[in-house]
């Protein structure tokens, strides 16, 4: 029977390393064994950023926790440009192009949910680094 995970901690998954910064997917198939909802832990960076992209497949939105972050996202009628804090929340639906930058002097740090699983692994495969989890639950009989 394949393992998996109902309660999370930071320790019990991966960090994917960027180059302009990092992610802790919490709620995904190899961990919780969803099929639909995504969830992840970023950090930007001072003055990096995730570029302009979309989500063919999925929406997302974002919850900000730490940091200061100018979020652009291209709407139907026009680019939308504005500074997020934390406690702020942009909401991207299925397709649409966004970018965030972080625009602070420290970590930008952030909630992300994708409605479906799948989309992550585009993160993933631009990773530098993978640093593994520090339990090893996978493994215990």
Not at 13 to 21: I, N, R, S
């Amino acid at each position: 029977m394949k393992k998996f995970l109902s309660m999370v901690t930071p320790d019990d998954v991966e960090t994917q390393v960027l180059d302009w910064g990092q992610f802790q997917w919490m709620n995904e198939p190899e961990v919780t064994n969803v099929d639909k909802m995504v969830v992840g832990i970023g950090k930007i960076k001072p003055g990096m950023g995730h570029t302009r992209h979309n989500h063919p497949d999925s929406e997302e939105f974002i919850y900000f926790l730490k940091g200061k972050a100018m979020q652009t996202i291209e709407r139907p009628d026009g680019k939308q440009e504005q500074e997020l804090h934390p406690g702020d929340l942009i909401s991207i639906p299925q397709g649409w192009y966004h970018s965030t930058m972080n625009i602070g002097d420290g970590d930008l740090e952030f909630l992300c949910c994708y409605l479906n699983a799948g989309t992550e692994k585009a993160v993933a495969s631009q990773a530098i680094k993978i640093i593994p989890p520090k339990n090893n639950w996978k493994d215990e009989k």
